[in-house]
């Protein structure tokens, strides 16, 4: 098994930075939720983009995880890094019901937290970079993160920050995925798979460490200061294409791309958003399997 891990890890293909890395931080220093970039053709704001997660599940399983963990621990102090508009954080204020506990979060888009601070005005939130926390060591109770490592080339120094923060005897959980099979079409269509495979291919390489989840759980496995490091898997099915976020437009400026930089003819482009939305998916011809993101728990040692 960890001879399988580490080959995964050395065919990391992503870019040193990535399209999606690179939109992020440009975002950031632009002090805007506007994530963009004209090499993967993205365009979104985070603070207002509506979508249906089909995550939750998976967010409250870990939410759920961490309060057991700190339930006998007196008021502990738990960090969200990279906590976006603080979501997890309330499913984790949720798990933990009435029992008193510190909140932090931190995240690279003040824009971002700028909403957090008005929908949650009892957590902490600060600006910041997990490569840079701005805490001292050994203070926090648990650390979570979630689709943060998947953006950041160096994240050995990104994990051993976290690690830095953490109490003695902490629990860490990271949400991770594989981005070259984070997704499966499952279709009789051959067309349509091929779109698909482009699409994925194209979507893992503009991410800095495409392989988050194997490349994490490996370096988690030899890290001298953490123990008990495990994963559990996440799956779920979207029965049609638009049910996360209602229309096919966030797929369209990945698919525009590859039709610019010539990988994919526009012809099949059209066929495939036209077949997301008609004879395919209402037949159940385009059934995607969402597989992740991975759940990677571990505990720093005593």
């Known amino acids: 098994m960890k001879r399988e891990f580490s080959s995964m890890a050395e065919k990391t293909t992503g870019d040193s930075q990535g399209g999606y890395t690179d939109a992020?931080?440009?975002?950031?220093?632009?002090?805007?939720?506007?994530?963009?970039?004209?090499?993967?053709?993205?365009?979104?704001?985070?603070?207002?983009?509506?979508w249906n997660d089909p995550t939750i599940p998976l967010r409250k399983r870990i939410a759920a995880r961490i309060a057991e963990s700190v339930q006998d621990i007196e008021n502990p102090k738990c960090i969200d890094v990279a906590?976006?508009?603080?979501?997890?954080?309330?499913?984790?204020?949720?798990?933990?019901?009435?029992?008193?506990?510190?909140f932090f979060g931190i995240d690279l888009l003040e824009a971002q937290l700028v909403k957090a601070r008005?929908?949650?005005?009892?957590?902490?939130f600060t600006q910041g970079d997990v490569l840079a926390l701005p805490y001292g060591d050994a203070e926090f109770d648990s650390v979570?993160?979630?689709?943060?490592?998947?953006?950041i080339p160096d994240f050995r120094k990104a994990i051993d920050e976290m690690i830095r923060i953490m109490k003695p005897g902490a629990i860490g959980v990271f949400s991770e995925g594989e981005m070259d099979q984070g997704m499966l079409l499952l279709t009789s269509d051959d067309r349509l798979r091929s779109v698909h495979q482009k699409k994925t291919e194209f979507t893992a390489k503009m991410c800095a460490n495409?392989?988050?989840?194997?490349?994490?759980?490996?370096?988690?496995l030899s890290h001298a200061d953490v123990e008990d490091v495990t994963m559990e898997a996440?799956?779920?099915f979207l029965f049609k294409p638009t049910e996360m976020f209602g229309t096919m437009?966030?797929?369209?400026?990945?698919?525009?791309?590859?039709?610019?930089?010539?990988?994919?003819?526009?012809?099949?482009?059209?066929?495939?958003?036209?077949e997301a939305t008609g004879r395919s998916a209402n037949e159940g011809n385009f059934v995607q399997q969402f597989?992740?993101?991975?759940?990677?728990i571990f505990r720093k040692k005593k």
Do not use: W
């Not at 008005?118 to 902490?124: I, S, T």
């Not at 979570?144 to 953006?151: M, N």
């Not at 597989?291 to 990677?296: A, F, K, L, V, Y």
């Open 234 to 236: 996440f799956t779920n």
């Open 291 to 296: 597989c992740g993101p991975i759940e990677i």
């Open 144 to 151: 979570q993160t979630s689709r943060l490592l998947v953006h």
């Open 210 to 220: 495409p392989r988050a989840a194997s490349s994490s759980y490996k370096y988690l």
């Open 118 to 124: 008005e929908n949650m005005p009892d957590v902490n």
């Open 24 to 50: 992020y931080r440009n975002a950031a220093a632009a002090g805007s939720a506007i994530v963009t970039d004209s090499k993967t053709g993205i365009k979104f704001d985070h603070t207002t983009m509506s």
């Open 249 to 274: 437009d966030y797929d369209a400026q990945g698919l525009k791309k590859l039709v610019e930089n010539g990988t994919l003819a526009q012809d099949d482009m059209d066929y495939y958003l036209a």
């Open 83 to 102: 906590c976006s508009m603080g979501k997890d954080l309330g499913y984790l204020k949720e798990a933990l019901g009435t029992k008193p506990a510190q």
